[in-house]
Nanobody, 118 residues
Framework: QVQLVESGGGLVQAGGSLRLSCAASGRTFSSYAMGWFRQAPGKEREFVASIDRSGGGPYCADSVKGRFTISRDNAKNTVYLQMNSLKPEDTGVYYC???????????WGQGTQVTVSS
């Protein structure tokens, strides 16, 4: 089992940057591919980015490509989401998750709020 705790959210002006962190408990963090998702008010949760167990294959959704970067440090049991050139439409609760099977994320954090003002 993996417990995930996100941090780093906050209020930022459009064009600004934030770095989200997701700290994982347990010794099996490197066994999981990881992902970031977000949910805006009144909308469904959407995929943002993912990264393989070893840090390879980083992938971002088209809506954030070129602005967001996902990375991980397995020695620190942490995955990051660097968010640059933030837009108001990036506002939402951001969640990290561990992928336990193909296309299935079985462990989720509690989320961290990101608010981008115009």
């Amino acid at each position: 089992q993996v417990q995930l705790v996100e941090s780093g959210g906050g209020l930022v002006q459009a064009g600004g940057s934030l770095r989200l962190s997701c700290a994982a408990s347990g010794r099996t963090f490197s066994s999981y591919a990881m992902g970031w998702f977000r949910q805006a008010p009144g909308k469904e949760r959407e995929f943002v980015a993912s990264i393989d167990r070893s840090g390879g294959g980083p992938y971002c959704a088209d809506s954030v490509k070129g602005r967001f970067t996902i990375s991980r440090d397995n020695a620190k049991n942490t995955v990051y989401l660097q968010m640059n050139s933030l837009k108001p439409e990036d506002t939402g609760v951001y969640y990290c998750a561990a992928r336990v099977a193909q296309s299935y994320y079985g462990y989720w954090g509690q989320g961290t709020q990101v608010t981008v003002s115009s």
